[in-house]
């Protein structure tokens, strides 16, 4: 049977004011086509999910990367996973402030081990350990969310701790030529988290999984629920169960807020090309390219 490549990508789920639809749009279709690129040139799934996470990480209108929300001492603070469904092999960092593009050391340490998951110093060590680029982390800080930070701080403006609140976490998934899975997500967390706050997107099965005998996911949203769920292992079990992508991120949503109140959106794809996206926040920007048509929506 003829494999048809596929990727779908996220740029967060929160209730994202009406003006920063267009740029969460175009930056989630962009991610979306660099992804297409890798896998029509015969890339695999984790090269795509990776080329889609980076350039997410690199544009500042998301969550990730540069652009990152800041925490309560006006700090960035990066999380990120990547997942290879056809082996089970991950990476993941958290809490790491000297990492431009935190889904590529995540690589670095799923290609490299011997560990899969690493934090802050000791992760930024084993970067730069590996030759990985360490940055000035002031270059991950824009001016947009130093001001929120301070309105914050001021007691105003919107960059509380809440549901619906300035948050853009990314994350791709992605089907290759060769017929295997692959999930990343990336994360600068929620805005004003305590220092040292790890949210559910670098947990592997939380913020992303991938099994080539199940499906890819990657999440978003409420991480201090999403993971008491572990829902993307969950939605990607629903699917190994026969139920379709759709109706299984459907389902984790529904019984995320059923048994923590939370709120959330989630992408999925199985072997077969079936997709599902998903969000019970007022909106979740997505891209996907299949047969080199992009639709991407909010
Ligand atoms: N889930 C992320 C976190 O809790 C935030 C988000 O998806 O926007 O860190």
């Known amino acids: 049977m003829e494999i048809r490549p596929i990727i779908v990508v996220h740029g967060g789920a929160w209730n994202i004011p009406p003006e920063e639809h267009p740029p969460h749009i175009e930056g989630c279709r962009r991610a979306a086509l660099r992804g297409w690129e890798v896998l029509v040139s015969g890339g695999s799934a984790l090269d795509a999910v990776e080329a889609a996470v980076r350039l997410m990480e690199d544009d500042p209108t998301f969550d990730a990367g540069k652009g990152s929300c800041l925490n309560a001492v006006g700090e960035v603070e990066l999380d990120a996973i990547v997942m290879d469904g056809e082996t089970l092999r991950m990476g993941a960092v958290a809490a790491v402030r000297r990492v431009a593009n935190p889904v590529s ?69 992605a089907l290759d030529l060769r017929g295997n899975l692959a999930a990343a997500t990336s994360t600068g967390g929620r805005p004003g988290k305590w220092p040292g706050r790890v949210g559910d997107s670098p947990l592997v099965g939380c913020g992303a999984y991938a099994d080539n005998m199940t499906a890819a996911a990657s999440a978003t949203g409420d991480g201090e629920a999403l993971m008491r769920i572990v ?41 077969e090309g079936r997709v599902g996206i998903a969000h019970t926040t007022p909106h979740m920007a997505w891209a996907m390219v299949r047969d080199g048509v992009v639709q991407a929506g909010i």
């Not at 701080?153 to 791709?172: C, D, E, H």
């Not at 969950?234 to 529904?254: F, I, K, M």
């Open 105 to 173: 050391l995540a690589r670095l340490l799923m290609e490299k081990g011997p560990h899969t998951f690493l934090v802050g110093s000791g992760a930024e060590e084993y970067a730069r350990y590996h030759g990985f680029p360490l940055i000035d982390p002031r270059e991950l800080i824009v001016d947009r969310e130093r001001e929120r930070w301070e309105a914050w701080r001021n007691g105003q403006g919107m960059y509380a701790t809440n549901l619906f609140g300035p948050q853009g976490t990314v994350g791709a998934v």
């Open 231 to 271: 829902a993307t292992k969950s939605a990607c079990d629903l699917v190994g169960q026969g139920v379709h992508p759709q109706e299984a991120a459907r389902r984790v949503l529904a019984l995320l807020e059923a048994r923590t109140g939370g709120y959330g959106g989630l992408i999925l794809l199985d072997r």
